[in-house]
């Protein structure tokens, strides 16, 4: 029996003899009874899929975070203290939490089988020396099958014949120009460049071939990736862990203040025991912010859907917080930084250059010569040219529904016809005044394709190449529309600009022409065809830079996140563009995977702390790259497209899948899907998930400030032993709680970002979302003063009443009137706290005092929840609140103003402050 898992290498240099002794096979294919027992031996050519969380897991998790469990004891202590209203609330708030979180991530991720969807579902293969077609999942080693144009390869194998064989290995190496390929070995640079091995997962662009498989299944180079990325487990985003972080925190400070107001009743006021026990169980259920769970979920979830209209789809709420916190991206270059569209943008003739402007498969642009339009007919070399890239060539470029150009045939060749199209050459009409009578197609050794056409009544071989071929079978050049000989100093200046070319990280392609003789066999003789021919001259492209990829890389740089190419180019390609779109300086270290091969852990983590780029990579090197930033301390977000992508999309901290070009196994892998593949659009993204971050500190400030005006009515109540009513009642706490704090808490998560966001660092993994300066300005700032407020309005009702401080209404319409006075003052300073916590720094008047008008409906709506409850008999009853008089409006209407004066002017010394410094250190 063969070996279970033949070296790719083996495979592919072995002659075919020895082939086909190591895969016990032949040109016949196998035996039926021989391909069956093969089948139970190696299993079906299948990707095995990890098993993936049920519904009912994924459901269940939205209930187990340490928040929520906070809130399920939180509504079981209160049960226990005697108050099963705010029991109930708080369960009902984690229950309607856990489901619209379930039904956001759900409705953004996708249940279908992508990895299977990838491979073919039958293929023909010879068996017994006939040709069968059979499902995919049946081939097995040894197997002989047929490919074509248009085919899905359904197992790694190697080439036994080819005709004109073109690979689209995109989805293993990125990298989207077609791969030719033939049964000859030649081993090329990076780890899939062996010339006669075809990879499952890849696609035949163009050609037909024969080819024995020799890896099925997971075996394959497409199922040891997928293999990896299912191994690992997705860690827990930085936001989760800051959510169980700050649980934890609020817990101790909830506990703490229920322990100390336990002793304090007990030793102090001489509360009985369980009396004491009951009143500390309210305290720490009065300090838990219950409406915080639920605010944070639909604040990422606003995230989400202001990301959606940025070209960014997120599959899990977390990840939107994670890209805020993103120090460095390895992004792709092909169709992330650059357009995916080869341009030519140069033409070289021996006494002339032009340029072409335009970039893309559009052919709005022109050819120049020192920036002035040219008119071809004046120039015989330049037309000639165009002449040979428009009819040696079989591509052609549609426009798509959503007019967009759909190549059909090879890059290259699209950006020969746009270019011929730019100089307003009819291609259809040459078609047809030189027809085509027969060609050679493209082939490795060659490195030539010939297309012989009638022209003026004489047939001409259009011939277009590598300058290396071209220029070996050329004895004449044209200049200014002669022909003369080729001498040793024009193959030095051709040589000398291809090379000039080439360190500028373009590709430059030679064309030329041979007038043939009329023997009546002359379209047989290829090598007669392919020599003695007329240099024209060399067409230069490139993938161009997205227009938006240097603002995009700029905002990086101004946002100190750095970013790191990873792409299956080559190295001098990959050095050029991250120069161009300024990405890196001229010292940057190149590090191309074979070298990354030889590196250690230690080496490629200190490697990726300096200005560098990666060439020339494998799956597994992305994979490590990704790994060495994170042991850095870096917080990764890594992008791709093809299935080599997968492993490191699942390692990074927030994957991202490219949606036009990417593969379903890419996009499985991802946190992350880009709509539109613009790196610039993860820019937008990483802004988004800063902002989101800020205003889940704002509104946990917000939040948090209104427990002490909720706690200080019943300090005064404890240490006054009585002598001072409650101020406010259980259910009135809930009220601020659960109500009328909600709607402002969700209009500051919709708040924009704040100027400058993107000119700060990312967030060190040091700071936290409960930060000293947080509780600082919750408690002793904003929760200080709207406890002085509230108090003095609990007095102030007294005090119109006739009653005074050591004579406070205990119970009748006064004390109802004074605890409602209570609530409403806590409400209105909230009014003033839900402004003031839009910005940190900057003045509101600055961004606008009504332009977030989910804040200013927030504020409508808490007013008009607070005039229910004061004014509808029903809530009265529940609540224990009353309607108040003309004074006391007048009281409420008052309290935001000065409190939000007050704050602007903090705001505005901060400011100055923060300027002086920096002028200082300047």
């Known amino acids: 029996m063969i070996q279970k898992k033949a070296e790719t290498g083996v495979i592919a240099s072995s002659s075919e003899k020895k082939l086909f002794e190591l895969l016990k096979s032949s040109v016949q294919g196998l035996a039926e009874a021989e391909a069956k027992q093969r089948l139970n031996e ?7 899929q990890a098993k993936k969380q049920s519904q009912l897991q994924a459901f269940m998790k939205n209930f187990v975070s340490l928040m929520a469990l906070l809130l399920w004891i939180s509504g079981a202590i209160a049960l226990f203290a005697g108050m099963p209203e ?14 619209f979180s379930f039904w956001q991530e759900y409705a953004a991720q996708k249940a279908t089988s992508s990895l299977k969807k990838m491979l073919p579902t039958y293929t023909i293969v010879i068996r017994n020396g006939n040709n069968k077609q059979i499902d995919a999942k049946n081939l097995v080693p040894g197997d002989v099958f047929l490919i074509q144009a248009g085919n899905s390869i359904p197992a790694d194998a190697r080439i036994l014949t080819a005709e004109a064989l073109e690979i689209d290995e995109s989805a293993l190496t990125g990298e989207s120009e077609t791969v030719n390929k033939d049964e000859k070995y030649l081993k090329t640079e990076g780890k899939f460049g062996q010339n006669n091995i075809i990879y499952a997962g890849t696609t035949v662009a163009r050609g037909t071939a024969k080819v024995i498989a020799f890896h099925t299944g997971m075996d394959t180079e497409f199922g040891k990736i997928t293999n990896l990325t299912q191994k690992q487990r997705k860690s827990k985003s930085p936001l989760q862990l800051e959510l169980n972080r700050l649980t934890k925190q609020i817990s101790v400070i909830a506990i703490v203040i229920g322990v100390i107001f336990f002793f304090a009743a007990v030793f102090f006021v001489h509360y009985p025991w369980s009396k004491s026990f009951i009143f500390a169980l309210g305290m720490i259920v009065a300090f838990i912010p219950e409406g915080l769970l639920p605010t944070v979920t639909l604040s990422l979830a606003q995230g989400v859907q202001r990301m959606s209209k940025k070209h960014a789809l997120v599959k899990e709420l977390s990840s939107v917080e994670t890209l805020g916190e993103t120090s460095v991206i390895a992004s792709d270059k092909t169709g992330t930084l650059t357009q995916n569209q080869m341009t030519i943008n140069h033409i070289w003739l021996l006494d002339d250059k032009f340029e072409v402007t335009g970039e893309g498969y559009s052919n709005n642009g022109q050819i120049q010569k020192n920036q002035q339009r040219i008119d071809i007919e004046k120039y015989p070399d330049l037309k000639q040219l165009l002449v040979i890239a428009a009819l040696n060539n079989d591509s052609k470029i549609e426009e798509t529904a959503d007019k967009k150009a759909k190549v059909i045939g090879t890059p290259t060749e699209a950006a020969h016809t746009i270019v011929a199209e730019k100089a307003g050459i009819e291609i259809e009409q040459l078609a047809q005044e030189q ?10 050794n060659r490195k030539l ?14 011939v277009k190449g590598a300058l290396s071929s071209v220029i070996k079978c050329s004895s004449q050049i044209m200049v200014k529309g002669k022909v003369r000989p080729l001498t040793a100093e024009d193959r030095q200046k051709i040589e000398a600009a291809n090379k000039h070319y080439a360190t500028m990280g373009l590709r430059s392609l030679a064309l030329a022409f041979h007038e043939l003789e009329e023997p009546s066999n002359i379209l047989d003789k290829q090598e007669t065809i392919e020599d003695d021919l007329v240099f024209v001259g060399l067409t230069v492209m490139a993938d161009p830079p997205r227009p938006e990829i240097y603002a995009a890389i700029k905002e990086c740089h101004d946002a100190q996140i750095r970013v790191i190419m990873v792409t299956g180019d080559s190295a001098l390609t990959a050095k050029s563009v991250a120069l161009k779109i300024g990405m890196v300086g001229n010292n940057v270290q190149v590090i191309t995977g074979a070298e990354l091969e030889k590196m250690n852990d230690k080496e490629l983590c200190t490697a990726v702390k300096q200005e560098v780029i990666f060439a020339r990579v494998a799956p597994e090197h992305k994979y490590r790259i990704v790994k060495a930033c994170q042991a850095n301390g870096e917080i990764v977000a890594s992008t791709g497209d093809g299935v080599n992508d997968a492993p490191a999309l699942k390692q990074a901290d927030i994957g991202i899948a490219m949606g036009v070009t990417g593969t379903d196994v890419a996009k499985d892998a991802a946190d992350m899907i880009l709509t539109d593949d613009n790196f610039a659009s993860i820019v937008a993204a990483v802004e988004e998930g800063r902002t989101v971050y800020s205003n889940i500190q704002k509104f946990l400030l917000y939040i948090l400030n209104s427990n002490v005006p909720e706690a200080i009515p019943s300090v005064l109540f404890l240490f006054s032993r009585g002598l001072i009513p409650l101020p406010l009642t259980v259910m009135q706490i809930l009220t601020v709680d659960l109500g009328t704090d909600m709607l402002p808490a969700l209009g500051l998560g919709a708040e924009k970002s704040e100027p400058g966001v993107m000119k700060q660092p990312p967030r060190s993994q040091e700071s936290h979302l409960l930060e000293r300066s947080l509780l600082w300005k919750a408690f002793a700032w904003y929760g200080a003063g709207a406890a002085l407020i509230s108090t003095f309005a609990y007095l102030f009702v007294n005090y119109v009443h006739g009653y005074s401080f050591m004579n406070l209404a205990e119970d009748g319409n006064v004390y109802v009137q004074a605890t409602t006075m209570t609530l409403a003052a806590i409400v209105f300073c909230q009014i003033a706290a839900a402004i003031n916590c839009r910005t940190k720094e900057t003045s509101v008047l600055t961004i606008g005092l009504l332009s977030n008008r989910h804040v200013i409906r927030g504020i409508v709506v808490e007013i008009i929840l607070l005039i229910l409850l004061m004014y509808v008999p029903i809530l009265q009853g529940l609540f224990n609140t009353t309607a108040i008089g003309p004074l006391e409006w007048l009281f409420l209407v008052i309290i935001p103003v000065p409190l939000v004066l007050i704050e602007e002017l903090r705001k505005y010394f901060v400011r100055s402050k923060s300027l002086e410094s920096q002028v200082y250190k300047k």
Do not use: C
């Not at 394709?449 to 259009?462: D, E, L, P, Q, S």
């Open 86 to 99: 705010l029991g109930v609330a708080i369960w009902l708030v984690n229950i309607i939490n856990g489901v």
């Open 42 to 48: 190696f299993g079906a050519n299948d990707i095995q």
């Open 449 to 462: 394709m010939t297309t012989i056409h009638t022209v003026n009544g004489r047939k001409v071989a259009y």
């Open 435 to 444: 027809p085509r009578l027969k060609e050679f197609p493209f082939d490795s």
